[in-house]
């Protein structure tokens, strides 16, 4: 499968984009991921990326998408790939399909996960990560508690609540959301590449996503 999830902050993708993931082999890609290993592997495009995140300064389209075209290419890819959680704006997503062009990609289509607000403020407010940067697994206090002493149920680390899970800056993320991704909704709709999904129970989404993709 080559699929794009779109959603707002607390939609499922992650979830949804690992359940995916598992049913054929294909790879679950995020932007944070592919920073993150280009840095640690210390390739060329790694050290420019961290020379900006070093300095706290967004890393730019164009080298977002040097990366993004490097990760396409690798070997794990050549099952099919998910792509969560990016392009995040109009730009991305237009230098993302003259990427995908020039690589001879197609995608089967982009699925856009909507959910209540309500419910998105519920589940990441409730949302907690394990604090060792190694592990990071994300448990809900309600339906997937961690430890009742607060601690990670995979590594012992405790587990927090992080700074964007506050309401205040959930609400503010949402508006962020609305102003700068919703839009790719239109934009994808143009391209007759979107297909919307429920997004209140993450198998019943996989199980439907899948039904689309005919598997």
Do not use: H, W
Not at 80 to 108: H, N, V
Not at 140 to 154: F, L, Q
């Amino acid at each position: 499968m080559k699929l794009i999830l779109l959603g707002a902050p607390g939609a499922g993708k992650g979830t949804v984009a690992k359940m995916l993931a598992e049913v054929d082999g294909s790879v679950q890609i995020s932007t944070g991921d592919i920073l993150r290993a280009a840095v640690k592997d210390g390739t060329d495009l790694g050290r420019k990326a961290k020379d900006f995140m070093d300095r706290g300064d967004l890393v730019p389209d164009t080298l977002i998408m040097q990366l993004m075209g490097e990760r396409l290419q690798q070997k794990d890819c050549a099952k099919g790939f998910i792509l969560d959680g990016f392009p995040r704006t109009i730009p991305q997503a237009e230098a993302l399909k003259i990427l995908m062009g020039k690589l001879g990609i197609r995608l089967d289509f982009v699925a856009n996960l909507e959910v209540p607000r309500e419910v998105v403020l519920d589940r990441l407010t409730t949302r907690r990560t394990c604090s060792n940067a190694a592990c990071q697994e994300i448990y809900n206090v309600k339906s997937n508690p961690p430890t009742p002493d607060g601690k990670c149920r995979k590594c012992g680390s405790p587990v927090v609540q992080r700074d964007d899970e506050t309401e205040e800056a959930i609400l503010f993320r949402l508006e962020t959301y609305g102003k700068k991704t919703a839009p790719l909704i239109g934009f994808y709709e143009k391209e007759g590449l979107l297909r919307n999904f429920a997004s209140i129970n993450s198998r019943e989404t996989v199980a439907e996503i899948r039904k689309a993709l005919g598997r």
